[in-house]
């Protein structure tokens, strides 16, 4: 019918790989002609169009994070879900926040998050500006009301702007984005602010030099992310958020120094569980250093106040500085006191997979729908079915966890 893997087989001496990506990659295509058959649909719309054009490197980058969205057919959310118009999941919890990773580059290898030698995808693999933007207003139509740009490092991408300017065409929602707010500057601050950015956080984990090119492993210094810091607020890019991750035997003992930013720039610093989700899997619970071990060596300098004005689905609990200097400190407990319950976001990643949770093992590509001329209604159809197989909870504390393929550099944070 369509050659499936003796086709494939005849390209094999132009491909340059080596046995075990050749039958991933014939596993990939058995695959697709298997739900194909079934679905009576093309079994390449759900493969990257330039899989025999793509470098060794690339190649096996494309295998791992295909292989997710077409292993098995995406369930139908029941049709009084689907004419509710609204994206919400079997444990009735309805989606307000997108978290859209436009890259998978960065120019930091944090040590928890990305190794050295880790493989990025082609850029005509991601989605686009355009597609970003039309996902973006069709979620606004479902109810989204926060849109975060995630990635990688977002500042990365060329088109940035335009994504911006794309994503506030289609809706008056608030967009964010994340950042380790190493290539910041007035001028590009002030232009993703005119085209409609709302806001910035910026990742810190350490104010130290040493420890933080140890960390990032890469040459941006302490007082670059400061500066990036002051440029943020001078720009009104507010209320600025700083991230930290506390690793154990790494920097879990600059808690109070961190803190101290919240205090100097009048902003929320939030300090985040260590979480599996980093590309080596080599994450390790001894090493997660909880957000109440956190709270107490900063109350051991700083006292502090629940601000007990948290958003019932937010992720962070908030205290203010009990002296009332002004800033705040936040702390996302996802290890130690899951908050799975109050959920309400979805994850788009560079690739056009949607994911429903940062834990996902499963995701379902948009990509065939958004190239293959699917309708609005028919998108937001299937963003509606996939929120619908978000699960209960992640799991991490359990012995049956399974860490996600796909570290937070490919997925979004």
Not at 36 to 56: D, E, G, W, Y
Not at 235 to 240: F, H, I, R, S
Request: with cysteine; charged share 25%; hydrophobic share 40%.
């Amino acid at each position: 019918m369509y050659g499936g893997t003796k086709a494939l087989a005849s390209k094999r001496e132009n491909l340059f790989v080596n046995d075990s990506q050749f039958r991933n990659v014939c596993g990939l295509v058995r695959d697709s002609l298997s739900t194909a058959m079934q679905r009576s649909v093309s079994p390449f719309t759900a493969i990257p169009l330039n899989l025999f054009k793509a470098s060794p490197n690339d190649l096996e980058g494309t295998v791992q994070t295909r292989a997710h969205s077409i292993s098995e057919p995406l369930p139908r959310a029941p049709e009084a879900i689907r004419a509710a118009r609204r994206m919400m999941d079997s444990h009735g919890r309805t989606i307000l926040d997108l978290r859209i990773s436009i890259t998978d580059r960065c120019n930091f290898r944090c040590v928890y998050c990305m190794e050295p030698d880790v493989q990025f995808q082609p850029p005509e693999a991601l989605l686009s500006p355009t597609e970003i933007a039309r996902i973006a207003k069709v979620a606004g139509s479902l109810g989204v009301r926060k849109i975060r740009v995630t990635g990688g490092e977002p500042t990365l991408h060329p088109k940035l702007e335009e994504i911006i300017s794309g994503i506030r065409q289609t809706s008056g929602i608030e967009i964010a984005m994340i950042t380790n707010g190493s290539l910041l500057s007035r001028e590009k601050l002030a232009r993703w602010k005119r085209a409609g950015l709302d806001r910035i956080t910026i990742s810190i984990d350490s104010v130290r030099s040493d420890r933080f090119s140890k960390v990032t492993r890469s040459t941006t210094t302490p007082d670059d992310v400061m500066r990036g810091i002051e440029m943020c607020i001078a720009e009104g890019l507010t209320p600025l958020k700083l991230n930290a991750v506390l690793v154990r035997g790494v920097n879990d003992d600059e808690a109070v120094e961190l803190a101290r930013l919240a205090r100097r720039f009048s902003v929320e610093m939030r300090f985040i569980e260590y979480m599996p989700l980093d590309s080596a899997h080599a994450w390790d619970a001894t090493r997660v250093v909880s957000a109440r071990e956190t709270r107490e060596a900063i109350e051991a300098v700083f006292a502090l106040t629940p601000t007990n004005a948290d958003d019932p689905h937010s992720t962070a609990r908030t205290y203010h500085f009990t002296d009332g200097v002004a800033g705040q400190i936040g702390f996302i407990a996802p290890v130690s006191e899951p908050f799975c319950g109050a959920c309400s976001r979805l994850r788009l990643t560079a690739d056009g997979n949607v994911r429903p949770c940062l834990f996902s093992t499963k995701e379902w590509s948009v990509m065939p729908l958004l190239r293959g001329g699917a309708s609005d209604t028919e998108i937001a159809d299937f963003l509606i079915d996939v929120t619908w197989t978000k699960l209960a909870g992640h799991t991490i504390s359990a012995p049956t966890f399974v860490q996600p393929q796909r570290p937070m550099s490919a997925v979004g944070g």
